[in-house]
Structures are given as structure tokens and as C-alpha cells.
């Protein structure tokens, strides 16, 4: 006697149908810690200023160019934000994994704070950079303003 393709396919899906039921559902995304979280958006801060690195150098060369008496305090405000940036980078180290995660979730907020100086010391430098180098009278080219992140 020979069974249906149809019929068999039915009677194997009846007969695991249990089995299948039985399975775990899919674990549902784990929701981050409000320490990690914090870590992660102090991280992205981070590589968002570093991303402007370029734009802080690119000005600083076009200044240096230049060679405008009025330059100094441009090239100082710009080695400033350089400097605020790479003073942060080296006082910065994460608490460790097994710490306290209120005592993480402190030390990543107060870092927040400290990046939100320096994302502001930035973009005033790169503003009046920006301003300073369009206002030169040899500029060949003007320097598009920069765009806040």
C-alpha cells in the first residue's frame, strides 16, 4: 500500500506538532543596563569628535597658510580644542565590568559632561576659524561653515 506524499507531510506535521509547541520562544532583545548605556553614548560622543579631528587640522593649515599677523589666536583656540580633546582622552578610564553599576552609570555621566565642554570648545574653534579664514582677503576659496553633530 502506498501512502500520498500529501498524506505522509500531514501526519508527520500532526505528529511533531507537540514536540514544536514544547520549543522556547526566541529570547526577546536584552534590554542594555542604564550603565552600558550611558558607556555607549559617552563612546559615541567620543568617535564624534574624533571624526572632527581632520576639520580642526585642515583649518589649522589654511591659517598657518595664510600667514595673516591676526592668525594667533585662531591657531591657539584651535590647538586648544585639539589639546581639551586629547587631555580628555588620556584622564578617561572606564570603571570596571564587575564596579557597582551606579557607580558606572556616575563615573559615564560626569564624562558626558566633560565631552559636552569640549564638543562645545570644538565647534566655537572651528566656527571662528571658519569665520576668520572666509574674512581673508587671499582666500581663494571660502571655507564652508561647519555643521554642528
Known amino acids: 500500500m502506498k501512502f500520498p506524499l500529501k498524506f505522509a507531510l500531514r501526519t508527520a506535521l500532526v505528529a511533531l506538532t ?33 571624526a572632527r579631528m581632520d576639520q580642526l587640522y585642515s ?9 595673516s599677523p591676526a592668525a594667533g589666536p585662531y591657531l591657539r583656540g584651535l590647538a586648544a580644542a585639539d589639546a581639551a580633546m586629547m587631555d580628555w582622552m588620556h584622564q578617561y578610564r572606564a ?6 553599576p551606579a557607580t558606572r552609570l556616575a563615573y559615564f555621566q560626569q564624562q558626558q559632561q566633560v565631552l559636552a565642554g569640549v564638543s562645545q570648545q ?15 582677503p587671499a582666500a581663494a576659496a571660502p571655507v564652508a561653515p561647519a555643521t554642528s553633530k
Open 18 to 50: 507537540p514536540a514544536l509547541a514544547a520549543c522556547p520562544a526566541a529570547a526577546p532583545p536584552r534590554q542594555l543596563s542604564p550603565d552600558k548605556v550611558a558607556e555607549k553614548a559617552v563612546l559615541v560622543r567620543h568617535d564624534s569628535l574624533m
Open 95 to 100: 570603571p570596571d565590568t564587575t564596579a557597582a
Open 122 to 136: 570644538f565647534q566655537a574653534t572651528i566656527d571662528s576659524a571658519t569665520l576668520f579664514i572666509n574674512q581673508l
Open 59 to 67: 583649518l589649522k593649515g589654511k591659517i598657518t597658510a595664510a600667514r
